[in-house]
């Protein structure tokens, strides 16, 4: 009987199975993420970056009236807060049944919370969580508001991840939307809102 010829593929198969039976693989260790204990200055350094990033930032929830006073038809999430609009005598539209595309496009800023911030990033995110909406309802209107707790800011994105589901439509938002061609010349609202603004409140904002 004819014996198969050993191809090199086996060979170093063979091999391998020699070296890890003599020196078995080490059992993983979990990989330690930098973090920020420190959190007396995350406020601060978010703040820093969505500035950086052409957002506008305002202090408490008190900013809100003013903000939205500039605003005709405000799209929100069918859960938002109802201090969120006190005092606001335009139109709400309620994404509840939810707003086709052209009714979103009508209106002129969106209101939302959000699941966490990224101070290091300059990151907001967005879970469809409480007072957050879906996806369309925060990549369609041209002016996104949204109003960030203290308690929601977190250092890096390691932490960030703890506080977050994969399985949700996640939004990773930093700064309004931009974009730039070969020239570097940058145009901004392509894909999303032309313009952020960040409300923060809470202890330390």
Known sequence: ????????????????????????????????????????????????????YRAAVHHGIDALPGLLATVDRLAVPADVPPEWLAGYAGQVCRDAPPLSPAELDATDAVLTGCAVAIADTGTIVLDAGPAQGRRALTLVPDRHICVVRADQVVGLLPEALTRLDARSPLTWISGPSATSDIELDRVEGVHGPRRLEVVLVGSGA
Request: glycine share 2%; aromatic share 2%.
């Open 1 to 52: 009987m004819v014996e198969p010829a050993v191809t090199a593929r086996d060979e170093i198969l063979a091999r391998l199975r020699t070296a890890l039976a003599d020196d078995p693989p080490a059992v993983p260790v979990p990989r330690g993420y930098r973090r920020v204990d420190d959190r007396s200055d995350l406020v601060a350094v978010l703040v820093d970056r969505l500035e950086d």
